[in-house]
């Protein structure tokens, strides 16, 4: 599949999928920034794409970041919705206990291009019984 991806910025980096077989493809920041312990910051990729109708692209944290300096997307996954045409935005945040500097074309976050379905919504009186039923939270124990 051929997905449309316009560089906003000259500095933007077109993504590109590092091993054959990947899941995600990398989204590189487009500013320098430092991010404090706690702290969240929107970082730019200097990209907008053109994704085809009934597929989106979800935005993730890089395993490596999360595990090393506990960097992480607030809002994971975070969706791109096949109509926007904007700049994808990544909510960055520091879950780690030292300052983390992110420089200018930084491997940042993650994508993954995502077929969706759409449902057509029906309310009704009463739903079917399954073996779970109303359980969540915690309910099958440790």
Same mark, same amino acid.
């Given at each position: 599949?051929?997905? +449309?991806? /316009?560089?906003?910025?000259?500095?933007?980096?077109? *993504?590109?999928?590092?091993?054959?077989?990947? #899941?995600?493809?990398?989204?590189? =920041?487009? &500013? $320098?920034?430092?991010? @404090?312990?706690?702290?969240?910051?929107?970082?730019?990729?200097?990209?907008?794409?053109?994704? *085809?109708?009934?597929?989106? &692209?979800?935005?993730?944290?890089?395993?490596?970041?999360?595990?090393? @300096?506990? &960097?992480?997307?607030?809002?994971? *996954?975070?969706?791109?919705? %096949?109509?926007?045409?904007?700049?994808?935005?990544?909510?960055?945040? @520091?879950?780690? +206990?030292?300052?983390?500097? &992110?420089?200018?074309? $930084? +491997?940042?976050?993650?994508?993954?291009? @995502? /077929?969706?379905? %759409? #449902?057509?919504?029906?309310?009704?009186?009463?739903?079917?019984?399954?073996?779970?039923?109303?359980?969540?939270?915690?309910? =099958?124990? +440790?």
């Amino acid at each position: 599949m051929k997905l +449309k991806v /316009k560089r906003l910025r000259e500095e933007a980096r077109v *993504p590109f999928y590092a091993k054959s077989g990947d #899941a995600g493809f990398d989204l590189f =920041s487009t &500013i $320098d920034c430092e991010l @404090n312990p706690g702290e969240r910051k929107l970082v730019g990729t200097g990209l907008a794409f053109e994704i *085809p109708l009934g597929y989106e &692209i979800q935005l993730r944290p890089r395993s490596g970041l999360a595990l090393k @300096n506990g &960097i992480s997307l607030v809002n994971t *996954p975070g969706t791109v919705d %096949s109509g926007y045409r904007g700049e994808v935005g990544l909510i960055v945040i @520091n879950h780690g +206990k030292e300052i983390f500097k &992110i420089n200018k074309g $930084d +491997k940042i976050a993650q994508a993954v291009l @995502n /077929k969706i379905e %759409s #449902a057509d919504f029906v309310e009704v009186d009463e739903l079917s019984e399954s073996d779970r039923g109303a359980g969540g939270f915690g309910h =099958s124990g +440790k």
